[in-house]
Every structure is written in structure tokens, then in C-alpha cells.
């Protein structure tokens, strides 16, 4: 089993719509969590950190559920500039390691 | 934020070369370096994780002997992929973590990545 599994997608949605990335890890010693943003040939870029109390940045929001094991992105009113592959990201401790699923893929349509 | 960069962008050998790879961090001191590969539609994964002055630490499966990294400062580590074959094909990407202003940071910098093609 994948430490960190992600729904490969691919997501392509219409500009405007909300779309909702799921994510389950299964080291429950897992103490931090991400997700990241990865353009096609390029290097991952932090989108957010994750808290268990859930966060919200703008248009996207982050969701933690510790005791599923399972972590959620939301975004809103999608934009072209969206499509991209978002990365869960997961941390046994500080981000000295760092553990990344596989991504889901986003297409925002015009 | 803190920027790291990589060198080359991209680099295409023939087997059996030797090809090496920079990571720099460019205003701050990287502590600790890490290396990564990435194959197409699949995730990163972690190949060795080195401390400055230190040997690197290999993840299962990464051989170390064909994979040679060097941490020697504060601002460069490198990676050196020895006799290349097209299996080793691949996007390398390094990050950084470490010290700024007396500050320790508690995120991974990602540089802009290697795409390392083997003939």
C-alpha cells in the first residue's frame, strides 16, 4: 500500500466550478501536512500546509481528518491558471522528510 | 522565501557517462539537502538526504555507488549519476532546508529540477 494514496484524476473542470482533491496516508504518525502545486516539468511549489483544524487561503481550503487519515483540498471558482497537478504531501515530523503522493491532475476549461 | 537553484536545467548523455548535477542555495544556509527523482506521472520519490560535512543517507533501493552525493558547504550539494543508462532517465529535483539569519526554516525550498535524458 502507497504511504500516500491520491485519486490520479484526471479533473477537468469548467472555469468557475468548485472542484475537491481527497487524500489518505497511512503512517499515523504523520504529524504534517501539504499540498503542493506542480506546473508540468517544473519543480513543486508549497500551495498550503495543512491543519487539523482546517484552513483556508483565498479560493482553496484544506481539510484534516487525523483519525481517517485522510486530507482534502477545495478549490473554488477555478481559474485557467489552476491546472496543474496538486501534490498531498505528508510529514513524519519536521520537513527534514517528506513523503508525496502521487498528484491529481487538474484541468480548468475555458 | 528562500530560492535554490539547479544545474543544469536539463542535460542529454550517452550511456555508460558520468553526469552531474548542482544544487545551490542561493541566500540562505542549507543544512540539509535532498534529493529526488520523479519518472513521468508518478510521484517524487526521496533518494538520499544529506547533512553538510556528512555522508549522504541513501533511501532502500538507491544505490549508493552509482549515485554519488556531495554536501561539502553551505550552499552546494551535488549529485552524480555514474555510467547513466536510459533507465536512469528521469526528472532530479533537490530542495533545501536550513538557516537564515539565524532562523531555521521548517519548509523544504525545491529548486527548478534536472531532466536528465540517457541515450
Known amino acids: 500500500r502507497k504511504e500516500v494514496e491520491q485519486d490520479p484524476g484526471p479533473f477537468n473542470v469548467p472555469e468557475g466550478a468548485t472542484v475537491a482533491f481527497n487524500c489518505t496516508y497511512s503512517n499515523s504518525a504523520s504529524q504534517s501536512f501539504f499540498w503542493y502545486r506542480q506546473d508540468c516539468r517544473k519543480e513543486p511549489k508549497l500551495l498550503m500546509s495543512v491543519y487539523s483544524s482546517g484552513n483556508e487561503d483565498g479560493r482553496f481550503t484544506a481539510q484534516l481528518n487525523r483519525a481517517s487519515q485522510y486530507i482534502s483540498l477545495l478549490i473554488r471558482d477555478s481559474k485557467l491558471s489552476d491546472s496543474a497537478t496538486y501534490l498531498c504531501v505528508v510529514s513524519s515530523g519536521s520537513a527534514r522528510q517528506l513523503t508525496f503522493g502521487s498528484g491529481t491532475q487538474l484541468t480548468v476549461l475555458p | 522565501g528562500a530560492v535554490v537553484s539547479q544545474h543544469p536545467s536539463w542535460v542529454i548523455c550517452k550511456s555508460g557517462t558520468s553526469v552531474k548535477i548542482e544544487c545551490r542555495s542561493l541566500?540562505?544556509?542549507?543544512?540539509?539537502m535532498f534529493w529526488y527523482r520523479q519518472f513521468p506521472k508518478q510521484s517524487l520519490m526521496l533518494m538520499a538526504t544529506s547533512n553538510e560535512g556528512s555522508k549522504a543517507t541513501y533511501e532502500q533501493g538507491v544505490e549508493k555507488d552509482k549515485f554519488l552525493i556531495n554536501h561539502a558547504s553551505l550552499t552546494l550539494s551535488t549529485l552524480t549519476v555514474t555510467s547513466a543508462h536510459p533507465e536512469d532517465s528521469s526528472f532530479y529535483i533537490c530542495s533545501a532546508t536550513g538557516l537564515a539569519g539565524g532562523f531555521s526554516y521548517n519548509e523544504q525550498f525545491f529548486g527548478p529540477g534536472t531532466r536528465l535524458t540517457v541515450l
Open positions: 541566500d540562505f544556509q542549507a543544512t540539509t
